[in-house]
Nanobody
Framework: QVQLVESGGGLVQAGGSLRLSCVAS????????MGWFRQAPGKERGVVAA????????YYADSVNGRFTISRDNAKNTLYLQMNSLKAEDTAVYYC?????????????????WGKGTLVTVSS
């Protein structure tokens, strides 16, 4: 069992930055590919970014590519999402997720564990 706890959300003005963190319990963090998903009001949850077990491979949704950076520190059991140049349309609840493969995460077809989410609100 893996528990994921997100933090770092909040209210920010458009053009600003935030860094989300996700701390995982247990000793198996490095065996999972990890990802960030988001769900805006009235919309389905979708993948924002994903990272491989070692951190050597990353994936970004087109809408955030070039503005967001996903990273991980396996020694600290922590996943990060650096969000720059934020836009009003980035407003959503952001969820941390763990899965067996990058493919499973990026398609949303296989997510083994979810965090409870952290709210990001971008004011225009």
């Amino acid at each position: 069992q893996v528990q994921l706890v997100e933090s770092g959300g909040g209210l920010v003005q458009a053009g600003g930055s935030l860094r989300l963190s996700c701390v995982a319990s247990g000793r198996t963090f490095s065996t999972y590919s990890m990802g960030w998903f988001r769900q805006a009001p009235g919309k389905e949850r979708g993948v924002v970014a994903a990272i491989s077990r070692s951190g050597g491979s990353t994936y970004y949704a087109d809408s955030v590519n070039g503005r967001f950076t996903i990273s991980r520190d396996n020694a600290k059991n922590t996943l990060y999402l650096q969000m720059n140049s934020l836009k009003a349309e980035d407003t959503a609840v952001y969820y941390c997720a763990a899965g067996g493969t990058m493919a499973g995460l990026t398609t949303g077809s296989r997510v083994d564990y979810w965090g409870k989410g952290t709210l990001v609100t971008v004011s225009s």
